[in-house]
């Protein structure tokens, strides 16, 4: 198969020229045809904390009902991060992580549905569910008490290939910007579904936190037609967070400046893992408002019951989300033209993506472009 190795920051535009002039020969491929994977090779973790190494490793069959992808890019989320650490402390080891994959389709099981080899998709957080519960069946797939993380107990996608159960590898839009797309499929169906359950063209909403998932709140926000206003500790962000929608910006760490805005919004996203002044935070909400959290902020968030009570306020949170929502969220990404500020790393350079990450100067998603 034909291997892209662009190096860091190289444009979107031109990695999607180069994208679209490999698709005839990838379709043409007899590798692609018969989904062979016997070279697959990963960059693997030994142990949290440690650099991955390249390795090859052997495969078992394919399931009945999963498909197999040949990973052309995959974003490094927040997440990959906080599993090679162990940081959550569910993480399996040897771990191979990257779990924002765009890819073809290069096998596919004989009880797979709806898909074809050589269709481009995409996978994200969830590689597989039971499909039979009540959440399954209900369409809260991502709620299932079965469902796989892609990276824990799993092969991930910093690999030649990865693999899903069908209904998890969702096609992509033909308008979508590929090569930029991988971290739609965690951070942007993070952000995008708590505005789609609850927000109105209408709401008044405020972001809080202006790095890899809350810049894409603020696009996503911005398009859906929401009154937008920003929330960021670092005020070096503040132009940059307009750029990407809002029309207002707030520090995040200026309390008195918080409690300006008593009353103010219908939806308020959390997107950090940071302390915050969270009273002050709460009093920012109007009647019926709602904040929801979808940032891991590991210490518990104090509430005062009657900031909720009297104000008929309510605290949420959400993780990723279904098959559907995911398809839905990348539809309306392509429509709007939306998409991740992201640099560009090949994925043979990922222990230094890893500590760009970790150093936190990332602006704002990192993805990692196969060269295997």
């Not at 090859?56 to 650490?85: K, Q, Y």
């Not at 790095?211 to 929330?231: N, S």
């Not at 990723?320 to 790393?345: C, K, N, W, Y």
């Not at 230094?352 to 998603?365: I, T």
Request: aromatic share 6%; with cysteine; glycine share 10%.
């Amino acid at each position: 198969m034909p291997i892209l190795t662009p190096s860091r920051n190289v444009p979107a535009t031109r990695l999607k020229e180069e994208q679209s002039a490999t698709d005839s020969a990838i379709q043409s491929s007899p590798r692609s045809r018969t989904g062979d994977a016997m070279n697959y090779r990963a960059w693997v973790a030994k142990a949290a904390k440690q650099p991955m190494t390249l390795e090859t490793i052997e495969r078992e069959p394919l399931g009945a009902e999963d498909v197999e992808i040949s990973v052309e890019h995959c974003g490094l989320c927040h997440s990959d991060l906080s599993v090679l650490n162990n940081d959550w402390g569910f993480s399996q080891y040897p771990a191979i992580l990257g779990h924002e994959v765009i890819g073809r389709i290069t096998a596919a099981g004989p009880n797979a549905k709806g898909l074809k080899v050589g269709q481009r998709v995409g996978v994200g957080w969830t590689s597989g569910s039971c499909m039979h519960c009540h959440e399954c069946m209900s369409g809260n797939h991502n709620l299932c008490p079965q469902a796989q993380a892609t990276i824990v107990g799993h092969r991930g996608g910093f690999a030649t290939h990865v693999r899903s159960h069908w209904a998890w590898a969702i096609p992509l839009p033909q308008k979508l910007n590929f090569p930029e797309a991988g971290p739609l499929l965690c951070g942007g169906i993070t952000v995008f579904a708590p505005l789609n359950m609850f927000a109105k063209p209408t709401s008044r909403v405020g972001i809080i936190g202006i790095g890899g998932l809350g810049h894409m709140a603020v696009k996503f926000a911005a398009a859906y037609g929401c009154d937008v206003t920003a929330f960021t500790s670092s005020e070096n962000k503040f132009d940059e967070a307009k750029g990407f929608g809002a029309k207002h910006v707030a520090s995040s760490k200026d309390s008195a400046a918080i409690k300006k805005l008593a009353g103010s919004f219908d939806l308020l996203i959390s997107t950090v893992n940071a302390t915050l002044d969270w009273d002050a935070m709460i009093g920012t909400l109007a009647p019926n408002g709602r904040l929801h959290v979808v940032g891991a902020v590991l210490e518990p968030i104090p509430v005062a019951a009657f900031s909720l009570i009297m104000g008929q306020r309510s605290i949420s949170g959400s993780p990723s989300g279904p098959p559907v929502a995911i398809g839905t969220m990348l539809d309306f990404a392509a429509r709007h033209d939306i998409a991740p500020q992201t640099e560009h790393f090949p994925m043979s350079a990922i222990n230094e993506a890893f500590a760009r990450l970790d150093s936190g100067k990332a602006r704002y998603r990192i993805v990692l472009d196969a060269d295997f």
